[in-house]
């Protein structure tokens, strides 16, 4: 259900008061990555953007369709950047390729902390949600990173890599790095989410996994 086109409820909300969906939409993703599905309260959403919970109500079912909203939105961000970076990078195939997209997940990752959050809330457990969140935030960027594989017809070496031990070494090395920033911010003294400290850490992750197979 497109968050545009909702089934509208009975009644009308207050006049004066406005919604910009997308904020509210991404202000939504703060709450539920900051407090869980379960902890998540429509009133704090209402709060951030500076309008009632019967606002929200009217725009949207229940808790529930407000989150799948907020995922289908966030989703949709993450694949429009990644067509972005494929026509960019129109040159580029197979592992360069690869790595302009992995490089491009990091930089997504920390724009969206909501993301990898969300992800690591309902991944290992069976619920609706988490096929929900595989389906929207995880699935089609696994799928964007390996068609510049399977559509090579050379790196058969790198092909033999199976997809599952693929998609954890990518999500770990990517995620792990914001995962822990407070620690390495304790402890090292750097920030994950500067451009600089980015870039870096693509740099050695890309050489790390890839390197041997250009």
Do not use: C
């Given at each position: ?13 207050v006049?004066?008061?406005k919604l910009?969906t997308?904020v509210?939409?991404e ?5 539920f990555s ?10 704090e959403?209402?709060s951030k953007?500076?309008?009632t919970t019967?606002?929200i109500?009217?725009h949207?079912?229940?808790k529930e ?6 995922i289908i ?10 067509e972005?970076v494929q ?7 197979g592992i ?17 902390p909501?993301?990898?959050k969300?992800?690591l809330?309902?991944?290992?457990r069976?619920s609706w949600r988490?096929d929900?969140?595989?389906q929207?935030?995880l699935m089609?960027?696994v ?6 594989i399977t559509?090579?017809k050379?790196?058969e070496?790198?092909?033999?890599i ?5 998609v ?8 792990s790095?914001?995962?822990l920033?407070q620690?390495?911010?304790a402890e ?8 600089e400290?980015i870039?870096?850490h ?8 890839f390197k041997q197979?250009?």
């Amino acid at each position: 259900m497109s968050s545009l086109n909702v089934k509208r409820k009975r009644g009308r909300p207050v006049a004066s008061e406005k919604l910009d969906t997308t904020v509210l939409l991404e202000a939504a993703l703060v709450v539920f990555s900051d407090h869980g599905y379960e902890g998540a309260q429509l009133k704090e959403v209402a709060s951030k953007v500076g309008v009632t919970t019967p606002l929200i109500s009217y725009h949207f079912e229940n808790k529930e369709d407000l989150w799948k909203q907020s995922i289908i939105h966030l989703s949709a961000k993450i694949m429009q950047r990644y067509e972005e970076v494929q026509k960019e990078h129109s040159d580029l195939s197979g592992i360069a390729l690869l790595k302009a997209f992995t490089r491009q997940y990091l930089h997504l990752m920390a724009k969206f902390p909501s993301m990898y959050k969300i992800l690591l809330q309902e991944m290992g457990r069976k619920s609706w949600r988490y096929d929900f969140v595989s389906q929207h935030l995880l699935m089609p960027v696994v799928w964007f990173s390996h068609k510049p594989i399977t559509a090579s017809k050379d790196l058969e070496e790198f092909k033999a890599i199976p997809v599952a031990n693929f998609v954890s070494i990518m999500f770990g090395a990517t995620s792990s790095f914001f995962v822990l920033a407070q620690t390495l911010e304790a402890e090292y003294g750097i920030s994950p989410f500067t451009e600089e400290n980015i870039e870096m850490h693509a740099n050695i992750m890309n050489d790390l996994i890839f390197k041997q197979f250009e």
